[in-house]
């Protein structure tokens, strides 16, 4: 995919440990607003499909007919005959789960992005004695990450100032009164993120590293104060200070959980969430002081070893002014320290060179937390109705679907949101069984025949990817986590977040019924444009956590993708609708209510080339299969009198790929100086012992080996870092020779070639 998206602007990202970290794309918050509101603007619709009862007969078959059309937006909703409604057979009484709890906005990458960066800011001016409060203007809490980004984009805060271009920010902000909102942002910027960008400054230069003559520091000083920081505007810092307080927040909400946010105080109106109140109220916890402040203590013996000298200037005067660090015990004149202080501060006091090491360090990965809390359906949906019902104060079911999407995103968006989602995700129907009948769980109808008809249909989630045409059924490995359903019971909000279906197959997920399921997905095609724009727009996120797509924790606004021109659709799934995902297609999601959802991967003879492609792509990112791809193909190739000539075709010119790459590599091995060669089944070993040592793919057709360790292994196109041996120490592992492959060509072919008889 080479599609052109427009670049708004590039920024600096300034992390201080690392470096190598790539230029971000920064996403002004005014473009995701009007006149000063957020507005979600709502993406195209994804095609929607009414099949007939004759071409709903065979599912495959109808997917493969709507292909062209529904491929190029990525997901797609089927709409089954009006007579279709096959009974809903969860033992509802027994049906028990532990839901994820999902806070929102931190799912959100960009929104992540900035309550990191409030949460180093926090801890930045904690760790000085100060607790910062987070602004408001024009009823919401000032994001100051976009203002720190905006105005060093805009060169600084000296330039802004001299260049008058504090509206331009506010404008860039997204605020309306852009005169006088940037006269306010001056002030805050000035006053909690001009000493932090200094302090950042400084960490760039090192100068706490250096050593440095006494004539330097001086200069050093001079640089700090000749900024409009004077020692008197910083004495304002003051906790005590509640003077211009007006404000900020002086009686929030809530606090965040988050360990360093929760120091923070944010303002916020805060949802309407009673059934969540013991979350979302969780209290002031006043951080505890353990640690008795060294500040200012005297030596009680004038004795030149107990004496304190400052670190900077190295002189022992005025010592009332010595400040010692709660962090190393060093000490420091207040006048000399980068950023000097005019009065003591309260609390714990740390140096420079305690605050750089404490702010740098990187905040913790993240994950879902499980709740604690178990549910049956029941208790579930009354929690759900409960909560929905409160947060818009009107029945469930009158709550319009699209005033529900933008409320979603506004939630996601906002850095000064608590509500929280239960999500009951990834429920294997092999421990809960499934909503479809089943001739395992036919809910006491045996003898029903509305209910046995049920059981072998097509379209049942359980019989999809064990029909003759999908290829996964070919198989032997235990990979029920693919071809066996999974169930998810939904609630307002409870969301989805970005991801594409192990080995790029297709999903299909059934609404047994309850509220719609809102999704938006991205055609195949534009899945590497769409990962390019992730990682650009919060590189923050992708350079500690690369492999945060494949985690399933990441939500983006689809508008800042739409932005840089990646194609996205959406749709309202409602009970008794299939939605279907075509491969490599990343989709996202929540739902607008208490529902219950099914799904399950297929993959019909169409996939096995995206399939190949799949495997070669997750060995460049390292990443492990579900099952091996070659594995696969040979078992189609042994039982090709099973396949239809359309799919005997395409396994045609899959092997036919297969054995090209075979021929060149194993060349490659011989030449390189292999000689010796060993038999191997792999299909008798487990997944884990075959995989290759520098890229971990799963090993089938090939595999080398070295006598200095014959476990590890490697596959052709990583056997020379397998080790330092020379090449005579390797051993070549094949489950096919070379002169196997000819016959087992000619046999496919065969069986394809009567597609063209016919
Ligand atoms: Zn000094
Ligand atoms: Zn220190
Ligand atoms: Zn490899
Ligand atoms: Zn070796």
Redesign the pocket.
């Known amino acids: 995919m080479t599609g052109k998206r427009d670049v708004k602007c590039k920024l600096e990202i300034d992390e201080p440990k690392a470096k190598e970290c790539p230029e971000g794309k920064f996403i002004d918050p005014a473009s995701l607003m009007e006149k000063g509101k957020f507005v979600f603007k709502v993406p195209p619709e994804a095609p929607v499909f009414e099949p007939t009862a004759e071409e709903f007969k065979d599912p495959l078959k109808y997917i493969a007919k709507i292909r062209s059309v529904a491929q190029e937006t990525g997901i797609c909703k089927i709409r089954p005959p009006s007579n279709w409604h096959p009974p809903f057979c969860v033992d509802v009484d027994n049906f028990k789960f532990t839901p994820r709890i999902q806070k929102l906005n931190e799912l959100d990458a960009s929104t992540r992005v900035k309550l990191n960066f409030l949460e180093k800011i926090a801890k930045y001016w904690h760790l000085q004695g100060i607790r910062i409060k987070i602004p408001v203007l024009e009823q919401r809490a000032v994001d100051l990450y976009s203002l720190y980004k905006i105005v060093e984009f805009e060169g600084g805060f000296n330039e802004v100032c001299s260049e008058r271009k504090w509206s331009k920010v506010a404008s860039r902000m997204g605020y309306i009164c852009e005169k006088s909102s940037g006269t306010v942002l001056k002030g805050h910027y000035e006053r909690w993120l001009n000493p932090f960008s200094l302090f950042h400054a400084t960490i760039k230069d090192e100068i706490y590293y250096k050593p440095v003559k006494r004539e330097t520091l001086v200069n050093i000083k001079e640089e700090g104060s000749s900024t409009s920081n004077s020692p008197n505007k910083r004495a304002r810092l003051s906790p005590d200070d509640e003077k211009d307080m007006d404000d900020y927040i002086k009686d929030p909400f809530y606090l965040m959980e988050n360990k360093e946010l929760r120091k923070l105080q944010f303002f916020g109106a805060g949802p309407k969430m009673a059934g969540f109140s013991s979350k979302c109220r969780i209290g002031h916890l006043k951080t505890k002081e353990t640690k008795k402040s060294k500040r200012n203590r005297k030596p009680t013996v004038v004795d030149d070893l107990e004496k304190y000298y400052c670190q900077k200037c190295g002189s022992g005067k005025y010592e009332e002014t010595i400040l010692i660090c709660d962090g190393c015990d060093l000490s420091f004149h207040m006048q000399c320290l980068i950023i000097p202080l005019t009065t003591v501060p309260k609390g714990e006091w740390r140096c420079h060179k305690c605050v750089i090491n404490e702010v740098i360090k990187p905040s913790d990965a993240f994950g879902f937390e499980q709740a604690q809390r178990e549910y049956t359906l029941q208790q579930f949906g009354e929690m759900a109705d409960q909560f929905k019902s409160k947060y818009f104060n009107m029945p469930v079911h009158l709550v319009p679907t699209d005033k529900v999407e933008q409320e979603y995103w506004k939630i996601v968006s906002s850095i000064d949101s608590t509500v929280i989602a239960e999500y009951g995700a990834d429920l294997h129907t092999m421990d809960h069984g499934s909503g479809f009948p089943t001739s395992l769980a036919l809910c006491g109808n045996e003898d029903n025949t509305f209910y046995k008809s049920y059981i072998e249909d097509h379209w049942n989630l359980n019989n999809i990817p064990i029909l003759k045409d999908s290829v996964l059924s070919f198989i032997n490995a235990d990979i029920s986590g693919m071809k066996v359903p999974w169930m998810y019971v939904g609630m307002c909000f409870s969301t989805f977040c970005w991801h594409n279906e192990d080995h790029w197959s297709y999903s299909i997920n059934y609404l047994h019924w309850g509220e719609p399921k809102t999704w938006y997905g991205v055609p195949g095609s534009a899945a590497e444009a769409f990962e390019d724009v992730m990682k650009e727009t919060t590189p923050e996120l992708f350079h500690s956590q690369p492999d945060l797509l494949h985690q399933l924790v990441t939500i983006l606004n689809p508008n800042i993708l739409m932005k840089a021109n990646i194609p996205i659709y959406r749709t309202d799934q409602r009970a008794g609708e299939f939605v279907v995902t075509f491969p490599r297609s990343y989709h996202t999601g929540f739902n607008q209510g208490y529902n219950f959802a099914e799904a399950v991967n297929f993959a019909p003879a169409d996939w096995i080339s995206m399939g190949r492609e799949c495997v070669n792509h997750y060995s460049s990112l390292k990443r492990i299969c579900v099952f091996s791809h070659d594995e696969l193909i040979c078992n189609m190739v042994s039982s090709c009198d099973d396949l239809a000539p359309k799919a005997a075709e395409l396994v045609y010119d899959d092997l036919n790929e297969m054995v090209k790459f075979e021929r060149v590599q194993r060349k490659a091995l011989l030449d390189w100086g292999v000689t010796e060669a060993d038999f191997v089944e792999f299909e008798h070993q487990v997944d884990d012992l075959r995989q290759c040592m520098v890229c971990n793919t799963t090993l089938y057709v090939s595999a080398v080996s070295?006598?200095?360790?014959p476990k590890?292994l490697a596959c052709l196109r990583h056997f020379k870092q397998?080790?330092?041996?020379p090449a005579q120490?390797?051993v070549f592992k094949y489950r096919y020779t070379l002169d196997e492959f000819p016959p087992l060509l000619r046999k496919v072919k065969a069986k394809a070639e009567i597609a063209y008889d016919d």
Request: proline fraction near 0%; charge should be neutral; hydrophobic fraction near 25%.
């Open positions: 070295c006598l200095c360790d590890r397998l080790c330092n041996c120490m390797h």
